[in-house]
């Protein structure tokens, strides 16, 4: 399955580690923010610019559409610090808003839907953060209904570059967005 990436964007940060990109893909990506604008939960995105961008990373409020009618959009970035009951207890994190729309003529299991995150100039690996609040679907998503959760990734509080990748399922390629937190 390909997605169909055009972002609208001024600038992109381009993270070299081609093991984690999705090649030969075409498609489109609409973008609410630059990917290397900062997003806090007091500011809105600014207005973008459109460039085409080859490495296929869309901004972390952007959204992913998939020629199947499927599409991912994030937004609402939140810094916070899971509790002490939480896996991983007591970690800084950026706390953010999925949503997933089956536009597709089949059922989706939510159970194959994957958030993976990296965080950084070295790209280390952000844990996923379970703590009350945050959830990820596990049920399915019937064609034409949509989906959101709040869940969140590890990101200490000296950092601010952040890569979230996100798996709708197993037939889909993974989309990728990337930008800057404060």
């Given at each position: 399955?390909?997605?169909?990436?055009?972002?609208?964007?001024?600038?992109?940060?381009?993270?070299?580690?081609?093991?984690?990109?999705?090649?030969?893909?075409?498609?489109?990506?609409?973008?609410?923010?630059?990917?290397?604008?900062?997003?806090?939960?007091?500011?809105?995105?600014?207005?973008?610019?459109?460039?085409?961008?080859?490495?296929?990373?869309?901004?972390?409020?952007?959204?992913?559409?998939?020629?199947?009618?499927?599409s991912v959009h994030l937004e609402n970035f939140v810094r916070g610090v899971s509790s002490a009951v939480a896996s991983?207890?007591?970690?800084?994190?950026?706390?953010?808003?999925?949503?997933?729309?089956?536009?597709?003529?089949?059922?989706?299991?939510?159970?194959?839907?994957?958030?993976?995150?990296?965080?950084?100039?070295?790209?280390?690996q952000g844990d996923q953060i379970f703590d009350e609040g945050l959830d990820m679907p596990t049920t399915h998503l019937?064609?034409?209904?949509?989906?959101?959760?709040?869940?969140?990734?590890?990101?200490?509080?000296?950092?601010?570059?952040?890569?979230?990748?996100?798996?709708?399922?197993?037939?889909?390629?993974?989309?990728?967005?990337?930008?800057?937190?404060?």
């Amino acid at each position: 399955m390909h997605r169909h990436v055009r972002i609208y964007a001024a600038t992109c940060t381009a993270l070299v580690l081609a093991t984690l990109t999705a090649c030969g893909a075409t498609g489109k990506a609409t973008a609410e923010a630059k990917p290397n604008e900062t997003i806090s939960a007091a500011t809105e995105p600014a207005e973008a610019t459109e460039t085409a961008i080859e490495d296929e990373t869309a901004p972390l409020t952007g959204t992913v559409d998939y020629d199947d009618g499927v599409s991912v959009h994030l937004e609402n970035f939140v810094r916070g610090v899971s509790s002490a009951v939480a896996s991983p207890e007591n970690t800084p994190y950026i706390k953010f808003t999925l949503k997933l729309h089956n536009g597709s003529k089949s059922t989706m299991d939510l159970n194959e839907l994957s958030v993976q995150c990296m965080y950084g100039d070295e790209g280390r690996q952000g844990d996923q953060i379970f703590d009350e609040g945050l959830d990820m679907p596990t049920t399915h998503l019937r064609p034409g209904r949509a989906v959101s959760a709040t869940t969140a990734c590890e990101l200490p509080k000296g950092e601010h570059y952040l890569q979230i990748e996100v798996t709708p399922n197993a037939e889909t390629e993974t989309a990728i967005f990337a930008g800057d937190v404060k």
